[in-house]
């Protein structure tokens, strides 16, 4: 069964550092979303991503955050300077465009902040 | 704003039936959706629905009142593996838009 998968599973960081994180996404899904989990809270809503662009964002991602998908596969989020609230389980989750239009998460990656 | 509350505890027994409930209060409702959580891992869908009435998928069901605001997942035959976190989630408008999530019922099934 096709799944999301993300990569690296968990990143250790230094406050101020930029990190990366690469998610590949279900083959035939064409809208792509990046949530966040702080430990202990709920799922957030970050920004999501249709056709080569950001069809929406929330007010948590700001300046410091950008998505892209450089390749046919491949859709990343880049954290320019990260701040120790920033540390929470990053989740990719990707939709077809029809049925219920559930999204399929990823396994997440565990981004710590120090 | 929105809104969607459950309780964030429950503890039931092995074999026994469960039910989570899901208020929201949300700008626009295009759907609810349930989803469980393993300790660590991501959120896996369980069910979905947009009308009015349950929706049975093995030994796990939803309901939906849309006039109320208000949704359950009823778990029947409960195992030890059913011992998760179960997310409950609104799209608040008609597309593939986010999933406004409530804080999650952590269940726990005893012996």
């Known amino acids: 069964e096709p799944e999301v998968t993300q990569t690296p599973s968990h990143q250790v960081t230094q406050m101020g550092q930029e990190v990366i994180l690469r998610c590949v996404p279900i083959?035939?899904?064409?809208?792509f979303y990046w949530y966040r989990q702080i430990l202990g809270q709920k799922v957030e809503f970050l920004v999501s991503f249709y056709n080569n662009e950001i069809s929406e964002k929330s007010e948590i991602f700001d300046d410091q955050f950008s998505v892209e998908r450089p390749d046919g596969s491949n859709f990343t989020l880049k954290i320019r300077s990260t701040k120790l609230e920033d540390s929470a389980m990053y989740f990719c989750?990707?939709?077809?465009?029809?049925?219920?239009?559930?999204?399929?998460f990823g396994p997440g990656t565990r981004l710590t902040v120090l | 704003g929105q809104n969607i509350d459950q309780p964030t505890e429950m503890t039931a027994t092995e074999g026994a039936i469960v039910q989570i409930n899901c208020t929201y209060q949300t700008s626009g409702f295009n759907g609810l959706f349930w989803y469980q959580q393993h300790a660590g891992e991501a959120p896996t869908f369980l069910s979905y629905?947009?009308?009015?009435g349950l929706e049975e998928k093995g030994r796990f069901s939803s309901f939906l009142s849309r006039s109320k605001g208000y949704s359950y997942l009823l778990l029947k035959e409960l195992q030890m593996k059913d011992s998760a976190s179960y997310l409950c989630a609104v799209r608040d408008r008609v597309g593939n838009t986010p999933l406004v999530f409530g804080k999650g019922t952590r269940l726990s099934v005893i012996a």
């Open positions: 083959s035939n899904h064409l809208y």
């Open positions: 629905n947009v009308l009015d």
């Open positions: 989750a990707s939709s077809r465009s029809s049925g219920y239009n559930e999204q399929f």
